[in-house]
């Protein structure tokens, strides 16, 4: 089906404290290219909160390299990442899969052994598939209440439906 193919994660989680190294490890991840927004913080946030920082060492002290690839503004992702110093792309278009294949060139990673992590549908699983790397989603942290967020998350929920369906899981 087109919503197996192209939309469903691989994983779907409830935040990123769910994605542990040594499940990274076990799939043979050596990087993750990560969502900003709402996937690691909310947008109200504008640097990484210590739980934040603690997930990304417990990454990187397994030989799990990181990435920013999101769809804000330079001045928000360069703040954000202003004392991590990681590669990261801002503006990047997504579900356009060049700033991913621009983080795994400069990580020296490729489609077998990279993941990425975000909280939406159509941007972040729709360019990992697209692309053939591991998607893991997880749940927003606290949306935008705009109109065009709501119908972009209404639009999520029937291949989430069929994701719990195939997994066995109950709404939560």
Same mark, same amino acid.
């Given at each position: 089906?087109?919503?197996? =193919?192209?939309?469903?994660?691989?994983?779907? /989680?409830?935040?990123?404290?769910?994605? *542990?190294?040594?499940? %990274?490890?076990?799939?043979?991840?050596? +990087?993750?290219?990560?969502?900003?927004?709402? *996937?690691?913080?909310?947008?109200?946030?504008?640097?990484?909160? &210590?739980?934040?920082?603690? @997930?990304?060492?417990?990454?990187?002290?397994?030989?799990?390299?990181?990435?920013?690839?999101? #769809? #804000? !503004? $330079? &001045?928000?992702?360069? %703040?954000? #990442?202003?004392? /991590?110093?990681?590669?990261? *792309?801002?503006?990047? !278009?997504?579900?356009?899969?060049?700033?991913?294949?621009? +983080?795994? &060139?400069?990580?020296?990673?490729?489609?077998? #052994?990279?993941?990425?992590?975000?909280? $939406?549908?159509?941007?972040?699983? @729709?360019?990992?598939? =697209?692309?053939?790397?591991?998607?893991?989603?997880?749940?927003?942290?606290?949306?935008?209440?705009? %109109?065009?967020? =709501?119908?972009?998350?209404?639009? &999520?929920?029937?291949?989430?439906? =069929?994701?719990?369906?195939? !997994?066995?899981?109950?709404?939560?």
């Amino acid at each position: 089906m087109l919503t197996d =193919r192209f939309f469903m994660p691989d994983i779907y /989680l409830n935040d990123i404290y769910e994605i *542990t190294p040594e499940m %990274l490890k076990d799939r043979g991840i050596k +990087a993750v290219l990560l969502d900003i927004d709402n *996937t690691l913080v909310t947008y109200d946030d504008p640097k990484p909160t &210590e739980s934040v920082l603690k @997930w990304l060492d417990s990454l990187k002290n397994v030989g799990i390299s990181a990435a920013f690839i999101s #769809n #804000n !503004h $330079q &001045e928000r992702v360069e %703040l954000f #990442n202003s004392d /991590l110093k990681f590669f990261a *792309t801002w503006d990047s !278009h997504k579900p356009s899969g060049k700033c991913y294949r621009a +983080a795994m &060139e400069f990580l020296g990673t490729d489609t077998t #052994n990279t993941a990425v992590i975000g909280d $939406q549908v159509f941007t972040d699983v @729709w360019s990992a598939k =697209r692309l053939g790397l591991f998607a893991i989603l997880v749940k927003p942290i606290k949306d935008k209440t705009s %109109l065009f967020f =709501r119908s972009k998350r209404a639009l &999520e929920k029937p291949i989430l439906r =069929r994701y719990r369906k195939k !997994h066995g899981e109950k709404k939560k």
